[in-house]
């Protein structure tokens, strides 16, 4: 734990929250992250590393200043806010611009993580929670995605809009995400592009396989809980199946739902938070459960092409109450 | 039938009450430490709503296109006293669930949804059951947000908050970041509905 | 704050800030919260609240014998519930924009529990001039509070202040602070603010206490 100064705590149970975060976790996300964020380069070009810097500089500068653990600064040892900028950056638009992803930084450690008393304690997953603060705030900014494969030196005019200002759309072409095409055409992409990430999209969602095996080595290394991303995977797939067997014109198939948009970032790296995510093992295949409900209803239902987001802060939400649901009776009562 | 599955969603999740129209703010931020109690006062909620609803339908109906400007009285007189009677009634009939719910009846008769409700019905003109249906989706949302407010609040027990944010601050700042996460939910079904 | 010279004043100056209604008390949530996206409607709504609250009060004040005490808030309620439906037809007729914006909450001000709860716990004890002092306080207080919320909210949400642009054709306005999670957030961290304030205020009272003692 990073509560270094020897003060005497005293709370009541459970004591398990604490401790199932260090530094050496932080640092096996991290590595996780590092093969995502070669992938959003290659794609996106600078762009993607900067705005990925911006959202991170948000993060220390806000946990730095406002976290009331003292000496100052001892609480950014633990590299959680890094993996939390790394994080929101990941799940920003290439075009982004730099100081709204800094404030998205802000906005995640300020809401999701200092005001609850720092690392392990908060209710929703930080970067999320600033993603949503920016989705909110800026909805037209976020949705311009920009194309790809523009070279690994490219740089988007809008990265470098002033504070407070729009950013002056100097590349205006666009480029629809495989749910945007989805849900206002109907169009569904082949599975070959998603799987490689050779689609629009936020930096770190397009491609689908590297996620896949950043995750796996998580898994294996014991990171997080395994039967988070299994059940969201699971139930998005299975629901969107007897969707597309009802009506395949309407909805699309499957592997679609799987591979496109934010679903495997966010079961990988966002959902499996073990913070704000159930503690019980039942508890996790509900959870999982209930986000690829959730996606499957916003993606499908919703006014909105991609709901993950939405679905694992929704799900945070209900955490509690799925961890007294599912808590172990003791006997007799 | 589409239209009234829309009502119902729109009710309870697009635009709930309490995260969307801030109303029963009150019970939100008063009433949801404990769970039991935030969820017996949510089904209480139901109870008053749909019989509001359909006091206000025949109000609506029968007596108030003679007199519309008494509509504001006529809703809060009508709603308090049959809530009065029903409590009446259900003490007398059932001692079980008027312990379960009947305590809270009162406070909740003066409350801003329940009002709000009897408003928001009249002014979008629904009939009989589409405000039944309204009734029924805004006091779900009601006990959907009060629910997941007090799980939320009795996890906060257990954690260090620092001492500036706790009390009204955070909870406020929680029905934000629950406003939020609502929002995901906007636009659902509506192009299937209305 | 002034030192109290005289008691009917200081009736009047609690609401603005020592009790005021919505930073302190935490009273009034709905249209604090669901009208205060322009400090045109945030400053309409506060007018409108605080001449129901003063003339609700003036009634309540001057009636308070000949209430009977078993139906006393049905009573409150057809007192408030009249001065809303006035002003309820009072802005349909001079302000008929403002009227529409604010749509059901005027109606709903029957329902606030500052009003209530001002002619519960102070009218209905008082005498009229006491009462009417309390509630033009409490009023403007929160007709303040909600002017406050409206020009945080209008200003980064729109860039605007009262309609008049403040930023340039440039500025990115943060849509949120319009939508309704903008409203929760403005208030909570306004009150982590206050709360900041006072703790800071405590911390230096407490060490200039023990400077002296020591």
Known sequence: MSRQTPDLVLSTPPFLRQGQTTPWIMRQVLGALVPVLVMAWVHFGLSALLVTAAATAGCLATEWLFDPRRPRGRSLRDLSAVVTGCLLGLVLPPGFPLWMAFLGGGAAIGMGKVLWGGLGQNPFNPALLGRAFLQAAFPAAITTWSPQGTGLFSLHGTNLALPFLQGTPVDAMSAATPLARMKFQSQVTDLFPLAVGDVGGSLGETCGVVILLAGLYLAARRIFDWRIPVSILASTAVLSAVFHLIDGARFPPPLFMVFSGGLLLGAVFMATDPVSSPITPRGSWIFGAGVGGLVVLIRLFGGMPEGVMYAILLMNAATPLINRATQPRIYGT | ?194 | MPPPSKPLGDEFLKGLWKENPIFIQVLGMCPALAVTNSVVNALAMGLATCFVLVCSSFFVSSLRRFIPRPVRISTYIVIIATFVTLTDLVLAALVPDVHRALGAFIPLIVVNCLILGRQEAFASKNPVPRAVADAAGMGVGFAFALTCLGAIREILGAGTFLGVPLFGPHFEPWVIMLLPPGGFLSLGFLLLFFNALKQARDRRRAAAARGETA
């Open chain 2, 1 to 194: 039938m589409g239209d009234l599955i829309w009502i119902f969603v729109a009710a309870m999740l697009v635009n709930n009450f309490t995260l969307a129209y801030f109303l029963g703010l009150c019970p939100f931020l008063g009433v949801s430490g404990r769970l039991d109690t935030a969820l017996r006062l949510g089904l209480a909620n139901i109870f008053v709503m749909v019989i509001t609803s359909s006091c206000a339908w025949l109000l609506n109906t029968f007596v108030l296109p003679h007199a519309p400007y008494l509509r504001l009285i006529a809703f809060i007189i009508v709603v308090a006293s049959t809530v009065q009677f029903v409590e009446m009634v259900i003490r007398k009939m059932s001692p079980a669930l008027f312990r379960a719910l009947g305590i809270f009846l009162p406070l909740i008769t003066t409350n801003c949804a329940i009002l709000g409700l009897a408003l928001f019905q009249t002014n979008r003109g629904y009939d009989f059951l589409e405000g039944l249906v309204f009734a029924l989706g805004a006091g779900g949302g009601l006990t959907l947000a009060l629910v997941v407010m007090a799980g939320l609040r009795e996890e906060t027990r257990v954690l260090d908050i620092p001492k500036v944010v706790q009390g009204m601050a955070l909870y406020m700042i929680l029905a934000g970041i629950l406003s939020m996460a609502f929002m995901g939910f906007a636009g659902l079904f509506s192009s299937g509905g209305s």
